[in-house]
C-alpha cells in the first residue's frame, strides 16, 4: 500500500467479495456525504484483458474490478448483453 490502491482489482480472488462493494459504496457515500441506502451500482463492461489493466488510472469514483465468471450463461461482447450458453 505504500503506492496507493491498485488501478483495478481481481473480484474473484476476494474470500468475501460483498465486503468490498459495500465498502465502494461507504467510500462514494462518505466522499459526496449522500445516504448509502439510496445508492446503486451502474456497470460499464470493457473489452480489456487483465495484463492492460495494470496500465489503467483508478476513476475517482468507483473501481475498477476483472475476473468475473458466468454459469449457465455466455458474454455476447457483440451486443453487449448476456445469452444462453452454447450446448456442452
Known amino acids: 500500500m505504500t503506492n496507493g490502491h491498485p488501478s483495478a482489482y481481481w473480484l474473484s480472488g476476494f474470500?468475501?467479495?460483498h465486503g468490498f462493494m459495500t465498502g465502494i459504496l461507504q467510500t462514494y457515500a462518505r466522499k459526496h456525504q449522500?445516504?448509502?441506502?439510496?445508492?446503486?451500482?451502474?456497470?460499464?463492461i470493457?473489452?480489456?484483458f487483465e495484463k492492460e489493466l495494470s496500465?489503467?488510472?483508478?476513476?475517482d469514483d468507483g473501481v475498477i474490478v476483472y475476473g468475473?465468471?458466468?454459469e449457465q450463461a455466455k458474454w455476447?461482447?457483440?451486443n453487449q448483453?448476456?445469452?444462453?450458453q452454447e450446448p456442452g
Do not use: G, T, Y
Not at 37 to 44: A, G, R, T
Not at 55 to 59: D, G, H, K, R, T
Open 68 to 70: 468475473l465468471h458466468l
Open 46 to 48: 470493457k473489452p480489456q
Open 34 to 44: 449522500k445516504a448509502i441506502d439510496f445508492l446503486k451500482f451502474k456497470f460499464i
Open 81 to 84: 448483453c448476456i445469452v444462453e
Open 55 to 59: 496500465l489503467v488510472e483508478a476513476p
Open 76 to 78: 455476447d461482447s457483440v
Open 15 to 17: 474470500f468475501f467479495p
